[in-house]
């Protein structure tokens, strides 16, 4: 639509925003949409050349704004206005039956009892806060997983960019819902089977292993800390619950959702409010094929009791409401014969057996292939190569085994699974370590391995080395094309079938490989590239730019890069905000002095077994080379960590209770922009706590161990001018 001349800059983008709203509505919660991809397009990017030219006029509510700020500093845990409770389950018509009975039992026998049937969305669940916005609107306030149930934390600008959640609703909306400006919205985040097919062939062509399933996949990416990355995955967000104060909003469940829908959130068409239970089996009956069609997973149906007062008369049983249950469909399962086994050597050594499969069709999909995960889940199914088993594929990607059909096991000719001693790339004995179940493959110069820590380290999201792929590393290591293609028929690499009688050879590279460490690849030079097929001038100049920019990679990425165990995105971040340089974490590595502080437990992200993982990692001589060997090539190892003042340098604060001010959030901001920590737990190191309303325990710790508590005014005060008032 042409700007009209009557409208200022300030009016265009209002009109603007409000048509974009209207149109993300139609097309993300109507699926209706009227405009094409390329006039909607057109209505952003003017709204983004306005607000280019009037900075001034942008506020976090606009469309634009989707792809929003960074939540720099991890994500911040946020108490919950009531649990988020989880359900109890029934598996069969008896159990849902007897749920019935003792739900009308607890109420007088004069009261009907409606139901709300759901669909069991298979993702995570979510809190919205919404507040009061300009002229009459809510906008977004906050956004919160679920966590433990009572805190969660706050992920907001990840939230932003899920387009069936509204950023603000107007006035009118809010009145024809019936909504006030402040309420609170949970319901249940899933990726979409599209947008999760392509986020795994993305992982795959990066190197990396697929997500296991939908779930996991939101999960992930909720928690990401990079918002842009959470808006291309096209995350949905569907709403079920309305609640100010913590307290359901309207008197029924069916009604909240007709709310909800009005009020421009995304409700699951499939919701019905039904009459009795015979009417919920129904429902049950109805839904359970619409699993493979509807493009988003779900695993049951969630019952509600639909009165609100019913609900609130009939209360809790522990963690689970008695006023709903969810009803499990069964896992889509069948029978069919195990052919052979692979053993695939992993990024970290380990052996991986993984069943091949006479195709099956399990709802709707061929499956060729199983976990088996471990020798202990071999010996537990107790499973022999040519036995029929009956396998299971809920949401995950790979399908399990979960047994061995009994009145077909072991026929004639069937063959124990020979789990190998040696590592079917390398020959190395494999090891099993005290307490693992994984056999491992420790030569640290593994081809496999080291195919995989290549992939990884030169992945997009990780050193990003644009070119480095998969077939280049394979000819980097010592393959021609050729091979290559020859094994492409194995979908999962480093894969070699080991079958009894069938000795393999360690594997004899056709040609001498260019790169025996992650360190090689600074070394190699334009020649050696151009001896490699397919690599011409342009290609082999613009892979050396890419390495050579790679060296610059800021100290979170080269950490994620090193494949240390444990240590993810989310930790590495954590750790080079923290640190600042590898030095300061290496030195941190060493064990603490008796009765000290373990500086790397002392983080939030980072428990015992992560920080073993660490000091493991950089006791070892051999990464240690590594890293000297990455030093010498001028990688940088510099963290993007933002100037500090000095104000709190070397002091630990502790946050508790509610302020009259500031959020949490900005407490620790100012404290860390001072040049304080902010810790978890008080203790004996602590220098301050920051207290605020309804302090709990750590107050009282505080007391105990005699660490000065400030309240806001105080820390406000001792941040202006660095004294205690
Ligand atoms: S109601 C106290 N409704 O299932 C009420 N939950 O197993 C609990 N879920 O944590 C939530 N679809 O993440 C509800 N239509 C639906 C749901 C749903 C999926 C998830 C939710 C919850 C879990 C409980």
């Given at each position: 639509m042409p700007q009209t001349k009557a409208q200022s800059p300030e009016q265009r983008i209002h009109t603007l925003r409000d048509e974009i709203a209207h149109h993300e509505y139609l097309y993300y919660v109507d699926d209706a949409p009227v405009l094409t991809d390329a006039q909607y397009d057109a209505l952003m990017n003017e709204l983004k050349a306005l607000?280019?030219?009037?900075?001034?006029?942008?506020t976090p509510d606009s469309p634009t704004q989707r792809v929003g700020g960074k939540p720099k500093e991890g994500f911040i845990k946020t108490p919950h206005s009531r649990p988020m409770l989880s359900l109890d389950n029934a598996y069969n018509e008896a159990e849902l039956r007897a749920w019935d009975q003792r739900l009308r039992d607890a109420l007088p026998?004069?009261?009907?009892?409606?139901?709300?049937?759901?669909?069991?969305?298979?993702?995570?669940?979510?809190?919205?806060?919404?507040?009061?916005?300009?002229?009459?609107?809510?906008?977004?306030?906050?956004?919160?997983?679920?966590g433990d149930g009572t805190i969660g934390e706050d992920v907001t600008s990840n939230v932003r960019t899920i387009r069936s959640v509204p950023l603000s609703i107007d006035a009118a909306k809010l009145a024809a819902a019936g909504l006030p400006l402040t309420f609170e919205v949970r319901g249940e985040v899933v990726l979409p089977e599209a947008a999760f097919l392509k986020l795994n062939q993305e992982r795959e062509t990066q190197g990396l292993a697929p997500a296991a399933n939908p779930r996991n996949a939101a999960a992930g990416t909720i928690r990401t800390l990079e918002p842009n990355i959470v808006a291309q995955r096209r995350l949905d967000m569907y709403a079920y619950f309305l609640l100010r104060d913590g307290e359901t909003l309207l008197p029924q469940q069916s009604t909240t959702l007709e709310a909800l829908r009005t009020a421009?959130?995304?409700?699951?068409?499939?919701?019905?409010?039904?009459?009795?239970?015979?009417?919920?089996?129904?429902?049950?009956?109805?839904?359970?094929?619409?699993?493979?069609?509807?493009?988003?997973?779900?695993?049951?149906?969630?019952?509600?009791?639909?009165?609100?007062?019913?609900?609130?008369?009939?209360?809790?049983?522990?963690?689970?409401?008695?006023?709903?249950?969810?009803?499990?469909?069964a896992a889509r399962a069948g029978i069919t014969q195990l052919l052979g086994v692979a053993f695939q050597t992993g990024r970290t050594g380990k052996i991986t057996p993984v069943a091949e499969l006479q195709p099956v069709s399990i709802g709707g999909t061929t499956v060729t292939r199983a976990t088996l995960h471990n020798p202990d889940e071999i010996a537990r199914l107790g499973v022999r190569i040519g036995d029929f088993v009956s396998v299971e594929r809920g949401g995950d990607v790979i399908p399990k085994i979960v047994e061995v059909v009994e009145d077909k096991a072991h026929p004639r000719g069937s063959e124990a699974i020979v789990f190998p001693t040696n590592c079917p790339r390398c020959k190395t004995a494999l090891v099993r370590e005290e307490g693992e179940v994984d056999l491992r493959c420790v030569n640290v110069s593994c081809p496999a391995r080291l195919e995989e820590e290549l992939r990884?380290?030169?992945?997009?999201?990780?050193?990003?080395?644009?070119?480095?792929?998969?077939?280049?590393?394979?000819?980097?290591?010592?393959?021609?094309?050729?091979?290559?293609?020859?094994?492409?028929?194995?979908?999962?690499?480093?894969?070699?079938?080991?079958?009894?009688?069938?000795?393999?050879?360690?594997?004899?590279?056709?040609?001498?490989?260019?790169?025996?460490?992650?360190?090689?690849?600074?070394?190699?030079?334009?020649?050696?590239?151009?001896?490699?097929?397919?690599?011409?001038?342009?290609?082999?100049?613009?892979?050396?730019?890419?390495?050579?920019r790679?060296?610059?990679?800021?100290?979170?990425?080269?950490?994620?890069?090193?494949?240390?165990?444990?240590?993810?995105?989310?930790?590495?971040?954590?750790?080079?905000?923290?640190?600042?340089?590898?030095?300061?974490?290496?030195?941190?590595?060493?064990?603490?002095?008796?009765?000290?502080?373990?500086?790397?437990?002392?983080?939030?992200?980072?428990?015992?077994?992560?920080?073993?993982?660490?000091?493991?990692?950089?006791?070892?001589?051999t990464n240690l080379a590594l890293i000297e060997r990455l030093r010498k090539a001028g990688l940088t190892f510099t963290s993007e960590r933002r100037e500090r003042g000095t104000t709190f340098a070397g002091l630990t604060f502790v946050l508790t209770g509610t302020l009259p001010t500031l959020t949490r959030e900005v407490a620790k901001e100012k404290i860390e922009a001072a040049g304080g920590k902010v810790s978890g737990s008080v203790s004996k190191k602590t220098s301050y706590v920051l207290a605020g309303e309804e302090a709990g325990s750590k107050l009282d710790k505080a007391n105990s161990?005699?660490?000065?508590v400030l309240d806001e005014a105080a820390f406000l005060a001792l941040l202006k001018d660095g004294i205690t008032t």
């Open positions: 607000e280019a030219e009037h900075p001034d006029l942008i026998s004069t009261e009907t009892v409606r139901y709300v049937c759901e669909l069991k969305l298979d993702g995570l669940s979510l809190a919205l806060h919404y507040a009061p916005g300009p002229k009459g609107s809510a906008h977004l306030e906050r956004g919160i997983t679920r421009g959130f995304r409700v699951n068409k499939y919701a019905r409010a039904v009459d009795d239970i015979d009417a919920v089996l129904k429902f049950i009956h109805d839904a359970e094929p619409l699993r493979d069609t509807l493009g988003y997973e779900i695993d049951g149906v969630v019952i509600k009791a639909d009165s609100i007062a019913q609900q609130r008369r009939l209360g809790f049983t522990g963690k689970a409401p008695r006023w709903a249950i969810a009803y499990k469909f990884h380290f030169a992945s997009r999201g990780v050193m990003n080395i644009e070119g480095l792929g998969e077939a280049l590393i394979a000819q980097l290591l010592g393959h021609t094309l050729a091979e290559q293609e020859q094994t492409a028929s194995h979908a999962i690499d480093s894969t070699t079938t080991v079958s009894p009688d069938e000795p393999t050879e360690a594997e004899t590279p056709t040609r001498d490989a260019l790169v025996h460490s992650i360190a090689d690849i600074y070394d190699l030079t334009k020649a050696q590239l151009l001896t490699l097929e397919r690599i011409g001038e342009k290609s082999a100049d613009s892979l050396l730019a890419q390495i050579e790679s060296k610059s990679a800021p100290l979170n990425r080269v950490l994620l890069g090193l494949g240390i165990r444990h240590v993810g995105e989310r930790t590495a971040q954590t750790l080079a905000d923290e640190f600042g340089s590898l030095d300061t974490l290496i030195a941190a590595t060493e064990a603490p002095a008796e009765g000290a502080d373990d500086p790397l437990t002392r983080i939030n992200d980072v428990g015992p077994k992560v920080a073993e993982a660490i000091r493991d990692f950089f006791s070892n001589k161990l005699g660490v000065p």
